[in-house]
């Protein structure tokens, strides 16, 4: 679907919301290329979107993929629950408890974690990405998207956004942006246990550094 079709998808999703809250996820879909990611979702069955807020990924993910199995994990009850409200019947499990994760049962065959690893200490990186290859079914996908710190330009103003969204709109939690080069994420997935598939630049047409890094969980 073009933009148009899926802006009016989203403003019906989430109509419920508050007008500010709408204008965010609005402008949020706009600034990252989530077609992209959603096609490295071509054939999987189920998904777990960790750090997924107000589900805006999975909701893209089911309208182009309507019999995926959506479940969303974020340690933010409000988003949670505002995830919830604007998704009521649709076929998408939110929590915002860790061993809720336990109480699904399942493997899944694709784990994303976008736009999360910059707001956490990069000591933490390896044990948390470790922890993902337990929901992962043997040969699972992990997909990855950050922003890195080149070109320069686009860098300044990614930080002079999430400063804005974390200090002074309170939009997101965590601790002060990290933007490393590429090749520290790619690193972490590797000590992590992972294979790394894809690792691309998608930044093309958009002034944000995004990034893609696409990982398989070799086996035990």
């Known amino acids: 679907m073009n933009k148009l079709s899926t802006i009016r998808y989203l403003r019906q999703c989430y109509t419920g919301l508050p007008f500010r809250m709408q204008v965010f996820i609005l402008v949020r879909y706009l600034v990252c290329p989530w077609h992209l990611l959603i096609e490295q979702l071509d054939g999987m069955k189920n ?3 960790v750090g997924c807020g107000h589900g805006l990924f ?3 993910a089911q309208q182009r993929f309507p019999a995926l199995r959506c479940c969303g994990f ?6 949670i629950r505002l995830a919830r409200q604007a998704r009521p019947h649709a076929d998408i499990n939110f929590s915002s408890d860790p061993d809720g994760l ?3 049962q399942e493997k899944f065959d694709c784990i994303s974690f976008i736009d999360v690893l910059y707001s956490i200490p990069p000591a933490q990186w390896i044990e948390i990405l470790q922890q993902f290859r337990r929901y992962l079914k043997p040969g699972g996908t992990l997909i990855v998207k950050e922003t890195v710190n080149h070109p320069p330009w686009k860098f300044r103003l990614c930080m002079a956004q999430e400063k804005m969204a974390l200090q002074i709109l309170r ?3 965590g601790d002060a942006p990290t933007l490393p080069s590429p090749g520290v994420y790619t690193s ?3 000590a992590a246990g992972f294979i790394v598939l894809n690792r691309q630049r998608l930044d093309k ?4 550094p995004h990034y893609l890094v696409v990982g398989k969980s070799m086996t035990d």
């Open 74 to 79: 974020d340690h933010d009850e409000k988003k």
């Open 188 to 190: 972490a997935l590797k």
């Open 205 to 208: 047409g958009y002034p944000w």
């Open 58 to 60: 999975l909701c893209l």
């Open 171 to 173: 939009y997101t939690k």
């Open 47 to 49: 998904i777990l979107d």
């Open 102 to 104: 336990i109480s699904w």
